[in-house]
């Protein structure tokens, strides 16, 4: 299957496999994203979440966390790479989605949806379109946690060009809806002592009226 963009495809293919195979579910890993979780988690002000949607989830290792602090919530996740979404249904607490975001089309909401380390990678034209997905995909809130630069960069990544971008993701959502406000922000940082995390600026939008 060929899709629209080169990142789409670059992330369905060989490479996106071989990060899946970087990636794990080791006991630091998921005590990190624990650690990571509960802090966002706790600047919600009233009722947790009970349906979450990542988009972009990989081996699922963000679902994991929140499963251990969120039992009984409803999980579900969009990703493109087939070994990635082979790993996630084999886990079975999650209901998987295998395609784009750019293909995903909601036919429901969730009442939090995400992405980490996700719209970095998306090529910067379409970014629209995922903005727009994942607004109308969200009853209540947004969080992004992602490369955050004031204005849009371009990164080399693993030899690559085109591949990693830093812009601020937050903002172009708040602007581009009016809908949305910012409930609350911080930062995950990679010389944490207790747990060390990849560096990423996060932000909680909620829509207006909850």
Sequence with gaps: MNFKTEQENFWRGDFGTEYCARNDLSPGTLAARVSFWSTVLHRIPHALPTSILECGANIGINLHALSILLPQAELH????????????????????????????????TWDFVFTSGVLIHIAPEALPQVYATMHN?????????????????????????????????????????????????????HRDPNFPSDDLNWFLLEKRGH
């Design 77 to 108: 996740a969009i990703e493109i790479n087939p070994a990635a979404a082979e790993t996630l249904r084999a886990w079975g607490r999650a209901e998987v989605h295998e395609t784009s975001i750019l293909e995903f089309a909601p036919t429901r």
């Design 137 to 189: 995909a969200s009853h209540r809130h947004v969080f992004l946690a992602e490369y955050y630069n004031p204005v849009p960069v371009e990164i080399p990544y693993r030899g690559f060009s085109g591949r990693l971008f830093k812009r601020d993701f937050a903002g172009e959502m708040l602007d581009a809806y009016p809908s949305l406000a910012l409930h609350s922000y911080g930062f995950a940082y």
